[in-house]
């Protein structure tokens, strides 16, 4: 099955036990096969809410569907494509985490309803209380029979265990007012104290009611350090890591323009320039890049037009970046074309480059766009292009100044 492949090329990460991920997908398959042929109907509206949850990672997953489309003759329909996406999460999840079992109190996660959202069940729950280590998730079964030392129960229904340990049933997809209350009354329950959470979207809401608010992401940035300073357990929804966008990215300082370049080898070299400049790889991470791609290949080049080199965040990234050159008269592309942008990526984990990745994806597919790019005589105008080719969808970007 490619569409492991795929997600890796699309989404710039490299899955951890891939052949594990594409046996379960083989697994499912099978009865999905029958309901997508026969257009037969399942409820999925649980899924919805993970939908959102992890909308990058859906987006890339749906990008990556069209061997399975091409087996099938069809279609998927999105219900089919939030269930992928939901095993991709999972694997991603299960081979992402850290082992704290240093940490004070032990929890184990009961879920009856398939290992996939029992996985996002105690993903939501490690998010939440990050002060707590939990065990792999169990079936009921499992945990009548586990051994197991711990302090701590959370459960999709009701369950019984010894008297001097804490049950908490929890829904499996807590809204945020959920979410706020369960940390509330584990931490008086299990910790003794008072969990004094200041949600910092509510925050901002009040700031903008009765003031202009100028940069909204620094403001935001330093609320959350003045308030980590007092609160060191904060609710995940103030912990959340931010969306970075292609202009945080691709700035004026991290674009290079030249004339022509001698090769393949010479573009890439040029192209990250600025993220060794500026400290952001080392150059570790350009040999990894030529040793990887010794000649552009048709799965790093976004809509046969921008080509995205990388390598893993091991062989020598720092920090996360993109740096983006432009070559007036091109270098031959993998199809004999002309290609004229090459931007290079450094990613530092599996999930805080994407927003900006889907960015580049219908940029390299806009030929307008595309098309002023071309044309543009600096870098400066090159980061204008950038800039518009989102400040219409997101309101941050409406007030930024060149």
């Known amino acids: ?172 997809m807590m809204e945020d007012s959920e979410r706020n209350e369960l940390r509330k009354i584990v931490m008086k329950s299990v910790f003794r104290r008072e969990d004094n959470h200041i949600n910092i979207s509510q925050l901002m809401e009040i ?14 940035r330093s609320l959350k350090g003045v308030i980590q300073e007092d609160n060191k357990f ?45 400290g952001k790889i080392s150059s570790q991470y350009l040999k990894a890049l030529n040793n990887q791609y010794p000649v552009v290949s048709e799965h790093i080049v976004l809509q046969r037009n921008i080509a995205i080199p990388h390598a893993e965040s091991e062989k020598g990234v720092k920090e996360l970046g993109m740096s983006m050159l432009f070559i007036k008269e091109g270098i031959p592309n993998f199809d004999g074309s002309d290609l004229h942008f090459i931007v290079v990526i450094a990613a530092t984990d599996r999930k805080s480059h994407f927003t900006a990745l889907m960015e580049l994806m219908k940029l390299a597919g806009n030929d307008a766009l595309l098309n002023e790019l071309s044309k543009s005589g600096n870098e400066d105008e090159i980061y204008q292009v950038i800039l518009k080719s989102i400040k219409e969808k997101d309101p941050l970007y409406k007030s930024l100044r060149s």
């Open 1 to 172: 099955m490619g569409v492991g492949t795929e997600f890796e090329r699309k989404a710039v990460i490299n899955l951890i036990d891939k052949k594990i991920l594409v046996d379960k997908l083989f697994l499912h398959f099978k009865p999905a096969y029958y309901r997508i042929k026969y257009k037969l109907t399942t409820d999925y509206r649980p899924l919805e809410k993970v939908s959102e949850e992890f909308k990058m990672l859906h987006y890339f997953v749906k990008e990556s569907l069209d061997p399975l489309k091409v087996f099938l003759k069809s279609e998927l329909p999105e219900s089919e494509i939030m269930f992928i996406t939901l095993f991709v999460v999972g694997h991603i999840l299960e081979h992402n985490e850290q082992n704290n079992f240093g940490a004070k109190k032990k929890a184990i996660v009961v879920c009856p309803n398939g290992l996939s959202i029992s996985k996002l069940m105690k993903h939501n729950l490690q998010s939440l209380f990050p002060e707590i280590y939990f065990y792999p998730t169990m079936s009921v079964r499992e945990f009548k029979k586990t051994d197991l030392p711990y302090d701590i129960v959370f459960s999709a229904r009701p369950i019984t265990a010894p008297s001097d340990k804490k049950i908490f049933v929890v829904n499996q």
């Open 207 to 220: 700031i903008s009611e009765y003031t202009e608010v100028i940069d909204e992401q620094q403001l935001i």
């Open 234 to 278: 904060m609710s995940s929804e103030s912990d959340k890591k931010e969306v970075i966008h292609l202009p945080e990215l691709i700035t004026t300082s991290m674009i290079r323009i030249v004339d022509k370049v001698s090769d393949w080898q010479e573009a890439m070299k040029v192209a990250a320039q600025p993220l060794l400049e500026t």
